[in-house]
């Protein structure tokens, strides 16, 4: 099932197998104020926040649009198809007066004219993308809003551990994942997670040996984001778009293969991992949708083309609104599932953030923990081990992951799990992390317990120019911190230099254009 629209990037070169298919939908992350608002930017904010929020500033994020101009094609698209602004329209703000809300709620959409003023204000539940000639608008955020620890749900309960957990125990002849994300962020500082999370998991099943043309990324209008304001998390990895029809796609190719684009057909001798990430919505009874593009995709409808799918076993994580109105379309003996939220309310947004130049980066709250048990660490360089391995075999399952999201998560939300068969402590990420033998698809890294340990940092002088990251913190050789000063990552004495970083004594000195390093 192809259309002239679904021809690929090129794909990446290769690495290791199981099928995993991993649902992100949506949630609504904090905003971080850009750098340097134009005093038409400003202007605009303090007539909004006047007008529009009765004066209010705290608690609210207020987006807007670079100026479009008034004698090109400009479109206002979103999953339910166009929206139709006033004539005179220069810039489309967005107000949102419960930025804590994942998913779909209602916004003030502003629009303003060359004036500055007003034309038209209504109240709808989205923002819109918008492009100009095709090309994608991002927002710029006006007034930063900060998520802070919510208060979980007192009626939350861990789920029972087996004391004879073993993951990585079954034996699979490829691992296979999918990571759909249905949108693509309004701008760094709005929505930034949508990219950001999956780009974290992607690496992270590299790192537990995935065979990288087994994962199967659909994202947005299928480009990556290689001008991304943070370079960490600049990455190559989109191979199509996120679009009714691709879903549809790449279900139907797992199921039967695809040569021509090298997707190999999926066996009962695999395992698959399914993330999906953007906005969910549900129509009572829980029947749950992921949306996507160019509109949502009803729970039943999703379920049939990935339940066609032959496995062995399979995992299912999934971030959005109402994701747990997937469950009993997906759940079986052979299948374990873990969901952000239950099937009646929203996901949200990290109060964890971390800086990178002049933005914040934003997550999930519950990708932050579920994916920082997975990998050990939370997600920026340096930052502090966990431990989830709760039963001490060197290797993290799902239902560890799970429970330690779930004991770690500040939202008002209820994650849900489902493990019919009662297999959730003995599946996991790993390949063949386990089993005692350091395989050679492992690593210190990917599986302590059968490889050994990991030094704390890179040496220099010694590891900073093997090509390895051996300290496991996402950086190898001159890229982390720790080879700042070896001399393969800097400059000597008397090297012409252009800032204090270029050299190993960290003294550029000099005229411009004839500095040295001292």
Known sequence: ????????????????????????LAIALPAQ??????????????????????GRTEGVRVVLTPAL????????????????????TRWLGIADDTPWILGYHPVWQVFVDDALSIIEVRRESFFPRVYVNGQRQRYTTLIQYVA????????????????????????YQNHYAVLIEGDTPGGP?????????????????????WQDDHIHVLYGEGSDETTWPCDYYRETMVDFPAYKQDVRNIFTWMKD????LGIDQVTSQDFIFLFTFDHGSSSGACNASLCLMDGCMADTEFASYFNAIAYQHRAVDMQQCNSGGFIDNLQNATTVISTAAN?????????????????STYYGEWNYWWMSAMEGHKPWPGEGPVTADTNGNGTVSFLEAHNYALAN????????????????DQLGLATTCGNGICDPSETTCSCPGDCGGHPSSEVMGSTCTDGLDNDCDAKADCADSDCAKDPACCKASGSSCTTNADCCSRKCVGKAGRKTCR
């Open 1 to 24: 099932m192809t259309d002239g629209r679904l021809f690929p990037q090129a794909r990446r070169p290769g690495l290791l197998a199981v099928a995993f298919v991993m649902v992100f």
């Open 33 to 54: 104020s850009d750098p340097a608002l134009t005093p038409q930017e400003q202007t605009i904010a303090d007539t909004i926040v006047s007008d529009v929020l009765g």
């Open 69 to 88: 101009p008034a004698d090109t094609r400009v479109e206002f698209l979103w999953s339910g198809g166009e929206l139709s602004a006033p004539q005179g």
């Open 148 to 171: 802070k620890p919510g208060i979980p749900p007192a009626d939350r309960q861990l789920v029972p551990q087996p004391e004879a957990g073993f993951a990585g125990a079954f034996s």
């Open 189 to 209: 500082s709005y929505y930034g997670e949508f990219w950001t999370d999956n780009v974290r998991l992607y690496r992270i099943l590299l790192e537990y040996g």
């Open 257 to 260: 293969g695809n040569a021509v």
């Open 343 to 359: 099937c009646t309310e929203s996901a949200w947004e990290a109060n964890e953030t971390d800086p990178c130049g002049a933005y």
């Open 409 to 424: 998560d500040s939202a008002n939300e209820h994650p849900m799990w489902s493990d019919p068969g009662g297999l959730g």
